[in-house]
Each structure stands twice: as structure tokens, then as C-alpha cells.
């Protein structure tokens, strides 16, 4: 069945069609709700709210878009609300420092693997995690984010580059990367 097929048997209400969402789309959104929600209970509360929310606003998707990118949205914001019940999370309203938008990233950053980079996210502080997850995996934007968390676009981007900034940080502390390591500079969005 194609993913044309697929919504319109949705739209019309088709318990198989929905069925079939379900089973096609539920890991990849599962991903994406893991990574705002703190435990495996929660990321299953935020995906079924994500599903109740994709089968009540299915006939609103005009097809304009990629329905996975709707889908991914509609997770996004679904995790979100439901962290924010349960875990208020507080964001600081700043601008990044406007002289210097570069991070310099040791190359042993390079060389982590998934779990290992995934680890290490988990333990920055809530609101750079959530910031970091948005732009850099995600790829929203900074006005995006701004909208989605109810803070400025310059409170994104400098809770960004906080975030990158105490990666790096993590990094050098626990692989002694010193001084005198090969760096790169990467922009910071």
C-alpha cells in the first residue's frame, strides 16, 4: 500500500489503514520520543498521544510535505508537552555570545560512536538537551525552536552553543584531551 493509500484510508476512518500507520510508522516515532521523555513508560504515553493526535488531525494533512515530517512534528510536540508535565523544564533567556559563533570540537569527538554520544547528551542539562536534540538531530531551526519551547530564537542559539560548549568539555575531561589535541572549528547553526 502505498503512504498515499495509506492516509486516505485513514482519513476515511479504515481501522486496518490505521492499523497498518501504526505498525509502519510506531519504532521511528518511538526514536524521536525517546529522546524527550525520560523513561520507557513515558515514551509510550507520548507516543500513543502522538497517534490520538495523528488520527484526530490526519484530514488537516493536505499532502503538501513529507507525511513523515508531519508525523515527526506531531511526536515532537506530543514528547514535548508530556516532558513538560511531568518534568518542568526552565529555559534561560539569553543571546549567544555575538563574537565568537564557532566551537572548537577535539577530533576524539569524532571517533564516538552512537551510544557513546547519546550518553553523553543525557547528561547536559535538561533545556540544552532538548535545544540540542531540536537543531542538531532534529533540524528545526532556531525560530522553529524558539516557537515550540516559548523562548527567543537568540535563548536557542545560545543554549546551543552551551550545550556543544559543555559536550566539548565532557569530552576533553573524560578522554584527557588536552591543549595540545588537533582540533577543528565547526559552526555552530
Known amino acids: 500500500m502505498t503512504t ?3 492516509i486516505a484510508r485513514c482519513k476515511s476512518g479504515d481501522a486496518q489503514g490505521q492499523s ?3 505498525r509502519t510508522y510506531a519504532p521511528r516515532l518511538m526514536a524521536i520520543c525517546r529522546r524527550y521523555t525520560k523513561d520507557p513508560a513515558s515514551a509510550q504515553d507520548a507516543l500513543q ?6 488520527f484526530k488531525y ?3 494533512y493536505s499532502g503538501k510535505g513529507s507525511f513523515e515530517g508531519w508525523l515527526k512534528r506531531i511526536a515532537v510536540n506530543c514528547s514535548l508537552a508530556f516532558a513538560k508535565k511531568v518534568h518542568p523544564v526552565y529555559f534561560v533567556d539569553e543571546s549567544p555570545n555575538s563574537d565568537m559563533q564557532m566551537s572548537e570540537v577535539p577530533d576524539a569527538y ?5 551510544e557513546e ?9 535538561e533545556s540544552l538537551y532538548i535545544v540540542f536534540n531540536l537543531v542538531v538531530i532534529e ?3 532556531h525560530r522553529e525552536v524558539g516557537e515550540m519551547l516559548g523562548i527567543t530564537e537568540g535563548s536557542s542559539r545560545g543554549s546551543l552553543s552551551r550545550a556543544r560548549s559543555r559536550l566539548i568539555d565532557m569530552l576533553q ?4 584531551v588536552g591543549v595540545n589535541v588537533k582540533k577543528k572549528i565547526v559552526a555552530t547553526s
Open 20 to 22: 497498518c500507520l501504526v
Open 139 to 141: 533540524g528545526y531551526n
Open 117 to 125: 554520544i547519546l550518553n553523553l547528551l543525557k547528561r547536559l542539562p
Open 4 to 6: 498515499e493509500e495509506l
Open 110 to 114: 569524532s571517533n564516538l560512536g552512537k
Open 58 to 60: 490526519i484530514n488537516s
Open 173 to 176: 575531561s573524560e578522554n584527557g
Open 49 to 54: 498521544e502522538t497517534f490520538i493526535n495523528v
